[in-house]
């Protein structure tokens, strides 16, 4: 038996137990996903094949839609204020002060411990009556917030107030979809700040001290110096916190409701109205063709970061 | 950022009815304890955080088993098909669950493991990512080592034992801790193929007691406490080597 044959074989052994499993729960899956997606699928009954009926339904139903534009205002307005407060947070850490240490120990707890618990006390810190948040809020005037009650969009509380009528599409999350991002926010926050700090760690102290020496001043050495640099740091987070964005649900099966996914449907996610539409409905068929449009949400974020940090991205 | 942590232990402590003044008190008035040994007379919590420790260990043993023979084969055996399958496998790890999810379902459902603790435990013995990490691990090591190992009559699974295991601890105590955080605090996938309550792991047990007594919050709140209570402890003895995982894991990628 030639050497080659013999690697080839003794490879594949060591392999097996990994392959098999993955064949039958992932690969078999994935291929299997496809077909279920062109059938009217239940759980149980008789099934149809309706070719791409299911993509269309998907494409045509108000609900979908809904759910997309919830999931975007979550994405638009989490992303973007974790990030910032992220590398606020880094930077001032990141400034050789005591008990670095104690710090990044806090801003990561709430990382490590489980969605489900922290959104059962995030429920009670947010009750409008009895809630901490409610409380902590009256001492600056502001009264009487129904968080997760209130499907009122953002914007359009904001409007109204100047007597401007907006349409539906542009009335923002709604303070129920505004306290999820709150939590979420804090719970996320460690992580990023975490990455952040590792990036600040790479840039090599000589830029600064070149800076310093043409007299840039702190702002002007931010914006020139640490903001370029960071910024394949950058384009990770704002990638990967959108895509976990995206996979937001233990929040709103717990947080919101009965039914979740309410006030009036202002907090259902996409993976949220797959859940439901797959698992409480048992539309199979339906929800694999809802789960294919996510994948390919996902599938577009994950390529913009490939050529994004080929492309546009400053490297030290 | 610890406030939410504070105020869940403090009111855990409270007696029901005060827990629910407004506005509230800050420290309890009556230090109320029997909250806690109260958690576990109103749901199986106890058989709730067994079944987890047992999904959790079982899984993990099973990421240490096959993530190690695969990182192996990836790192040090020339096969036929090596840099395909490898990139196979980065592809798969880029697969959002929802696609695969409802098919697996199905291959539970024939293979009778809904609401087993097979079904929380056999799809997840392998992590891709594990894989990658001690691959990269294993590639590392030099050659020689493995030279020498032969010289001395070690066969290719001796080496495996003897020189891979021995030299990898950094990189196995990271892919431990990593999957241990991620089986304790999964509720998606079981919450989809448990149904009954016996078999439950925590975080779901945690949930549906929220959904049916939403407004115990004194007991919640102890639930919650007690549900968190071993990843923090976990937490506090490794969270060096936890952050910095997290860190170089997120830029390697």
Known sequence: ?316 | MLLPFIWMILTSLKTPLEALRFPPTWLPEIWRFANYPEVFQEISFFRYFLNTVFITAVTLFGIFLTGVLAAYAFARIEFWGREVLFIVFLALMMIPLPVYLVPSYMILFNLGWIDTYWAMIVPWMVNIFSIFLLRQHIKTLPQDLFDAAAIDGCSRFGALWRVVVPLSKAPLVTVGVFNIIASWNSFFWPLIVTHSDAIRPIQVGLAYFSREQSTNYTLLMAASTLTILPLVILFFFAQRHIIESYARSGLKE
Not at chain 1, 88 to 112: D, E, M, Q, S, W
Not at chain 1, 161 to 172: A, D, E, R
Request: aromatic fraction near 16%; hydrophobic fraction near 50%; include cysteine.
């Open chain 1, 1 to 316: 038996m030639n050497r080659r044959l013999k690697e080839t074989i003794a490879g594949y052994c060591y392999l097996l137990p990994a392959l098999v499993i993955l064949i039958i729960f992932r690969i078999i899956p994935i291929l299997y996903s496809v077909r279920i997606s062109l059938y009217d699928w239940g759980m149980a009954g008789p099934r149809k094949f309706v070719g791409l009926k299911n993509y269309l339904d998907v494409l045509s139903d108000p609900v979908f839609w809904q759910s997309l534009l919830n999931t975007g205002w979550f994405v638009i307005f989490s992303v973007p204020l974790m990030l910032f407060l992220a590398l606020f947070i880094a930077l001032l850490l990141n400034t050789k002060i005591k008990g670095l240490g104690i710090y990044r120990t806090v801003y990561y707890l709430p990382v490590v411990t489980s969605i489900v618990a922290v959104s059962v006390v995030w429920k009670w810190i947010l009750n409008p009556e009895r809630g901490l948040l409610n409380y902590l809020l009256s001492f600056i005037g502001v009264k009487g917030i129904r968080w997760l009650e209130d499907p009122r969009g953002l914007f359009d509380i904001i409007f109204s107030s100047i007597g401007v009528k907006l349409p539906t599409i542009l009335s923002g999350p709604s303070i129920a979809m505004l306290a999820l991002i709150i939590m979420s926010v804090w719970k996320g926050l460690g992580y990023n700040i975490v990455i952040y700090l590792a990036g600040l760690q790479n840039i090599p102290n000589q830029y600064y001290e070149a800076a310093k020496i043409d007299g840039a001043g702190r702002w002007s050495i931010f914006r020139n110096v640490t903001w370029h640099l960071i910024s394949p740091t950058t384009f990770y987070i704002l990638i990967m916190s959108t895509i976990v964005a995206f996979e937001t649900f233990a929040q709103v099966w717990i947080m919101t409701g009965p039914p979740p996914g309410g006030p009036l449907g202002t907090t259902k996610v996409v993976m949220y109205y797959f859940y439901e539409q797959s698992f409480e409905l048992w539309r199979l068929g339906y929800g694999a063709a809802i789960a294919f449009f996510a994948f390919l949400i996902i599938l577009t974020l994950t390529i913009l970061q490939r050529v994004g940090l080929e492309k546009r991205v400053h490297y030290a």
